[in-house]
């Protein structure tokens, strides 16, 4: 990532000087670098900074993700996710609403399982293999329902419980399908999953969409040997006289 943020609208740079801890300020830009990477990508716009600073990622009422191009709406959808230095932006068709997610496999006890999943789900998990397996399903669901419930516009202030995923054979250029239930009304949300090296990423919508593809071609294989870092923990405060870590290059795949 660049060290200046000549990239980022006025409105950004102040929301970013109020951040005073390294983790969050981290984490904000590189979701912003990236989203604003694969929107000038996906909306055929020069990746130059000065443009770059034209594109933005506001938050609607729901404080769902909406992007805008010099102040106007802009004409597709959106949905943004970071984990342990890396980010993904998908990017999609205006009328659809989109979630995305990214994780770590790693391992998730027996009581994150019990607090978190549906009866359902818990019996998915505790059939798969002790180690790798059962972590690789556990972050699996759990990726999947942040993902619907972005989709719903609702977050984590929406009860875990009242989705549930289900996951279905047959892969699909790399991806496999998977379906996400909304336990209150019944509505089933589409949706796909991969696993690329030590992550995993979900993508869900409220409506049937081919699975996602990398707006840069070099994207997969980046994340496939994309390694988890937490370079804040150097210096958790920004505002302490430390200049904030540099982060790795971002992940821009994803037009769903």
């Known amino acids: 990532m660049p060290a200046a943020s000549t990239w980022l609208a006025a409105p950004e740079q102040a929301i970013l000087a109020g951040m005073p801890y390294t983790k969050r300020r981290s984490e904000w830009r590189l979701a912003r670098w990236t989203a604003k990477q694969a929107l000038a990508r996906a909306l055929e716009l ?13 938050r609607n009422e729901h404080n769902a993700p909406v992007a805008y191009v010099a102040d106007e709406p ?8 970071d984990r342990a230095g890396w980010a993904v932006c998908l990017v999609g068709p205006a009328e659809a609403r989109l979630g995305v997610d990214l994780e770590v496999v ?8 019990a607090d978190w999943f549906t009866a359902a789900e818990r019996e998915v998990v505790a059939a798969a293999e002790p180690g790798t397996p059962r972590h690789e399903l556990a972050n699996l669901i759990w990726s999947a329902k942040e993902s619907a419930l972005k989709v719903l516009q609702t977050g984590l202030r929406r009860s875990t419980h009242s989705v549930e995923v289900t996951l279905i054979d047959g892969p699909c250029a790399g991806w496999r399908p998977l379906r996400v239930r909304d336990v209150e009304d019944g509505t089933v949300f589409a949706g796909w999953w991969a696993r ?7 993508a869900a919508a409220d409506r049937e969409l081919a699975p996602p593809g990398p707006l840069d071609a070099g994207v997969p294989e980046a994340l496939s040997v994309a390694v988890p870092v937490h370079s804040w923990m150097a210096a958790p405060r920004h505002d302490a006289g430390v200049s904030s870590p540099t982060v790795p290059p971002s992940a821009a795949p994803g037009q769903g």
Request: aromatic content about 8%; hydrophobic content about 45%; charged content about 15%.
């Open 46 to 58: 020069s990746p130059g900074h000065e443009v770059l600073a034209s594109v933005e990622v506001r």
């Open 74 to 81: 802009a004409a597709v959808s959106v949905s943004m996710t």
């Open 106 to 113: 790693e391992p998730r006890s027996e009581l994150f399982v």
């Open 196 to 202: 690329f090296g030590t992550f995993v990423l979900t």
